[in-house]
């Protein structure tokens, strides 16, 4: 029988819920198994880019990918994660049941590039900090035509120099 919560109750429901979000950026995959936790106060390793590398259109399975790198520490994985390695240190991560992308470490720069998508919140009027894109790298491989050439971001061919 399903209990109803007294007013008392649900106070102190949304006081923790406030409590936790004011401590760590919380994400989760499409189905809810996979959680990511992100320490609040992290400082971005690698700043938050749009990339339009092969790699990263065939793992999202878009037309670019919107990432920011944090270090790997900063960020909590729980539930159950398949991983795929694009390269020697790039290990990949996708939700194991629905198969959302949760995150890409890479272990020789001890860096994990979350995908800021999942940590945006509909509506807001601008991403959490940190999150907002500062360039375009891979841009020579992109597949939008011009529809970022008036957007005012630094555009790299691959990587920043
Ligand atoms: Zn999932
Ligand atoms: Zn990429």
Redesign the pocket.
């Known amino acids: 029988m399903k209990r109803l919560l007294d007013p008392i109750a649900r106070v102190h429901l949304r006081a923790t819920t406030r409590q936790l979000s004011s401590r760590a950026l919380e994400a989760q995959?499409?189905?809810?198994?996979?959680q990511l936790r992100l320490d609040a106060d992290a400082e971005p390793s690698h700043a938050a880019a749009f990339c339009h590398c092969t790699i990263c259109r065939a793992f999202h399975g878009a037309p670019f990918a919107m990432e920011a790198g944090f270090p790997v520490d900063a960020c909590e994985t729980s539930g159950a994660t398949a991983s795929y390695r694009s390269s020697r240190h790039f290990e990949r991560r996708r939700?194991a049941?629905?198969g959302?992308p949760c995150g890409a470490v890479h272990h020789k720069l001890g860096a994990i590039f979350l995908p800021t998508a999942l940590f945006a919140k509909p509506g807001a009027p601008s991403p959490p900090p940190g999150f907002e894109p500062t360039m375009h790298i891979f841009y020579e491989r992109r597949v939008v035509g011009d529809a970022f050439e008036q957007d005012g971001l630094p555009k790299y061919h691959r990587m920043p120099p």
């Not at 995959?29 to 996979?34: A, F, K, P, T």
Request: hydrophobic share 30%; aromatic share 0%; net charge neutral.
């Open positions: 995959c499409l189905c809810g198994s996979v939700c049941a629905c959302t």
